[in-house]
DNA sequence: TATCAATACGAACGATCGTACGTAGACTAC
DNA sequence: GTAGTCTACGTACGATCGTTCGTATTGATA
């Protein structure tokens, strides 16, 4: 149920997301939804939770595989690039595709996407840091957020083009971009194996 | 009239942007505004050649007032910043708050958006190429290609984190971003003054 | 077995959506 | 002066929106 929620949600975005489509969709009753979740609020609130979660499970869970440090963060940034380009949602990334959507409107749902996002980002500021402290990345505190901000900002980037040109390519350019990055600060080459192609 | 519908299609996205919120937002009538633009999609593609024209005249024709190269590729990312920082569409950047919205969605309206974002990474691209060509970046073709689409990428990013967080940090992250991309193509310290605050 | 909570359903509600019509006024062209 | 075009308006239509009822079915508990 939740699975057709999130995949109508990265198309139409998180308002777009009907309930009568989504009963469509699903083969149940638009009644039956609307009880389940209470209220549109509460169906938004539970697709959230349920985009997450794959993307914790495909993405972040994935990643872990691989040790804490350069490894690691190579990883993550290989599997979030592939979680993109093999649209694991029909609307490619979940999280760009609500985030826009609801940044500017205050309220419950804002707040959710908001702490997904913290989240994240802390996630990937986490990992760069661990990877600073193995040694194994050559940057200050300011110099670590600098590469935790242009990482995502190029897979959004490559997403957001992708989507629009149904290429493969910007995936190519924000790898290429990202091992450029880390190679900037201080990377052995041979540890970004997995972002060349 | 435009104004109240590129304000709107920033902040509630282009195909959110109903013909009776706007005709509540203008003043006008549902009717009157259903008529100019014949159909709703009518209005989409009007709203979208609009926000093109506020963003030519806000950043694009400021930039053009230095030198071709990278005085001007550096003024432009400043613009760019500034454009999306100012809020000059209360939704932020009117071309991420739409490109989202349509990426996923052929039609009309997906191939207007289509054609104004890929003038505006072309303008990019043919900005860095000027700059190569004055001897001022030492990139190759695919050097240059990859400067046209981390610096989009960096501006984006700091757009969407800023609607998010309603903060001004990223937008330096960003500015410090597109230094480090610059100076690493080999950009004179002394032109990127626009970019360091 | 009887009870209770949860789930799914059809039906209907007020609201808003996009659209189509007819009309009234303003302006230009002849 | 008259005809024609354009803009703005009110009204109404069918469709869809989110939500709320009452009800039937299910499964676990007492």
Same mark, same amino acid.
């Given at each position: 149920?939740?699975?057709?929620?999130?995949?109508?949600?990265?198309?139409?975005?998180?308002?777009?997301?009907?309930?009568?489509?989504?009963?469509?969709?699903?083969?149940?009753?638009?009644?039956?939804?609307?009880?389940?979740?209470?209220?549109?609020?509460?169906?938004?609130?539970?697709?959230?939770?349920?985009?997450?979660?794959?993307?914790?499970?495909?993405?972040?869970?994935?990643?872990?595989?691989?040790?804490?440090?350069?490894?690691?963060?190579?990883?993550?940034?290989?599997?979030?690039?592939?979680?993109?380009?093999?649209?694991?949602?029909?609307?490619?990334?979940?999280?760009?595709?609500?985030?826009?959507?609801?940044?500017?409107?205050?309220?419950?749902?804002?707040?959710?996407?908001?702490?997904?996002?913290?989240?994240?980002?802390?996630?990937?500021?986490?990992?760069?840091?661990? /990877?600073?402290?193995?040694?194994?990345?050559? %940057?200050? *505190?300011? @110099? $670590? #957020?600098?590469? &935790?901000?242009? =990482?995502?900002?190029?897979?959004?980037?490559?997403?957001?083009?992708?989507?629009?040109?149904?290429?493969?390519?910007?995936?190519?350019? /924000?790898?290429?971009?990202?091992?450029?990055? %880390?190679? *900037?600060? @201080? $990377? #052995?080459?041979? &540890?970004?194996? =997995?972002?060349?192609?």
């Amino acid at each position: 149920m939740l699975t057709f929620a999130t995949d109508l949600a990265s198309v139409e975005g998180l308002d777009g997301l009907s309930i009568g489509r989504l009963a469509d969709a699903s083969g149940h009753s638009k009644s039956s939804i609307a009880g389940l979740f209470q209220n549109k609020v509460g169906l938004q609130l539970a697709t959230v939770a349920a985009g997450r979660d794959v993307f914790m499970r495909v993405v972040v869970e994935r990643a872990r595989e691989q040790e804490r440090g350069l490894d690691r963060l190579v990883a993550l940034m290989h599997h979030l690039i592939e979680y993109s380009r093999t649209r694991v949602f029909s609307g490619g990334c979940f999280f760009a595709a609500i985030a826009s959507d609801f940044d500017s409107k205050p309220g419950p749902v804002r707040d959710a996407v908001r702490e997904a996002m913290t989240l994240w980002y802390d996630y990937v500021e986490m990992q760069v840091g661990y /990877a600073v402290d193995a040694g194994e990345l050559d %940057l200050d *505190a300011s @110099g $670590a #957020a600098q590469l &935790a901000f242009t =990482l995502p900002a190029l897979y959004e980037q490559a997403n957001a083009r992708s989507l629009l040109y149904s290429s493969d390519e910007p995936y190519r350019l /924000a790898a290429r971009g990202m091992c450029e990055a %880390l190679t *900037a600060a @201080g $990377a #052995a080459p041979a &540890a970004l194996e =997995l972002l060349r192609r």
